[in-house]
Every structure is written in C-alpha cells, then in structure tokens.
C-alpha cells in the first residue's frame, strides 16, 4: 500500500524524480522531446498504480481467476471515466475559486457553479452505472467491499498529498527562515566591520 501512495503521490504533485544523468541527458533534447519523455514516464506511472491498486483490489474482493477478468473489464473503463471527470471537476473548482477572488459579477460565477454541479452529477451517475453492472459480476457483499475500498484508498491518497505539501512547505519555510538569519548575521559583521574600520582610522 505504501508503494502505491508513494506512486500517487508522485503523480498527482506532477513529480518526476530526475537523476542527474537524466537532468544532463534532458538538457540535449528539445522542449518537445523533454515533454514526450515526461508524458512516457507519467503515462508509465500511472500503470504501475494501476497495477498496484488492481492487485490490492483483486485480493480485497477476493476474485478468483475467471471473475477478475470479467471484474477489471467493467471496473476499468468506468474508473477511467471518473477520474476524468474528478479532474474536470477540480479544475472547475479552482476556476470557482478564482472567480470568486477576482472582480466577476454574480453572472460570471453561476455558470461555473452549474457546471461543477454538472460534473458532481456525472460522477454520480457513472458510480451508479458501474454498481449496477457489476451486479452480474460481483455479490452484494464485494460490491460494498469495493465502495469501502475505494473510499479508503481515496482518503489515504489525500492525506499522503497534504502531508507531502506540509513537509516540502515546511522544508521551504525552514530555509526561507535560514536565510534570513543568515542575512541578518551578514549584516551585522559588515557593520562590526565598518566599526572596527573607523576606529583604525
């Protein structure tokens, strides 16, 4: 599991680890084929969670050979759809934020709202379609193993995020602290600098 928050994490801040060879090997390449090579990598992250997710799943809802086919065949494509739609949402949800700083009117902002309520809709909607055609495939019982699955996986997911952007805020708010003290101190040996100056002369 720490592997897959670990992957998540990864990819939902938009990091990509680079060694110092590859930052080396990446100044050679174009924008275009540094922006290939970072879309090959992130597309490459997120099999590998998919990987992980699917086999924790699989072993969560304790699917045997023949029903995790028919699982993952419905399961994927409506994952897919709802994380596309989470995506837009959030978006939409920044876009709300925005307009509700800035000097829109009321005009501007109902329609972003709609929209969002749109979304939340749709998102609903697939959740219920999945559950629906997984009926055939799973029981009542998995079905809701699936649910609390989904939910926790989630809820971990955001935590791991809000921690990570705590300890890299951290991080910079020690080093912005650092460098004032260092600026601090740096002024104070000129200026018992230029005392000890004055008092040679």
């Given amino acids: 599991m720490k592997r897959i928050l670990l992957l998540t994490i990864i990819l939902a801040c938009g990091f990509i680890p680079q060694s110092s060879t590859f930052a080396q090997a990446a100044d050679a390449q174009s924008p275009a084929e540094q922006k290939a090579g970072q879309q090959a990598r992130r597309e490459e992250l997120v099999r ?6 699917h086999a924790k799943l699989t072993n969560a809802l304790g699917l045997d050979a023949e029903t995790a086919p028919k699982f993952f065949a419905i399961y994927g494509p409506a994952e897919r ?13 920044k876009k709300l934020g925005q307009l509700t700083n800035g000097a829109k009117s009321d005009a501007d902002v109902d329609p972003e709202i709609a929209k969002l309520r749109d979304l939340n809709q749709q998102i609903e909607s697939r959740a219920q379609q999945l559950d629906a055609d997984l009926k055939g495939v799973l029981s009542s019982r998995q079905r809701a193993r699936l649910l609390v699955f989904e939910h926790e996986f989630n809820q971990r997911i955001r935590q791991e995020v809000a921690q990570h952007q705590v300890a890299r805020g951290g991080t910079a708010r020690a080093l912005r602290q650092q460098l004032r003290q260092e600026r601090v101190r740096n002024r104070l040996l000129r200026k018992l600098a230029k005392g000890k100056a004055a008092e040679q002369k």
Avoid: F, G, V, Y
């Avoid at 590998?48 to 997710?53: N, P, R, T, V």
């Fill in 81 to 93: 759809d709802i994380q596309s739609l989470a995506q837009q949402r959030n978006a939409e949800m």
């Fill in 48 to 53: 590998k969670i998919e990987d992980l997710k």
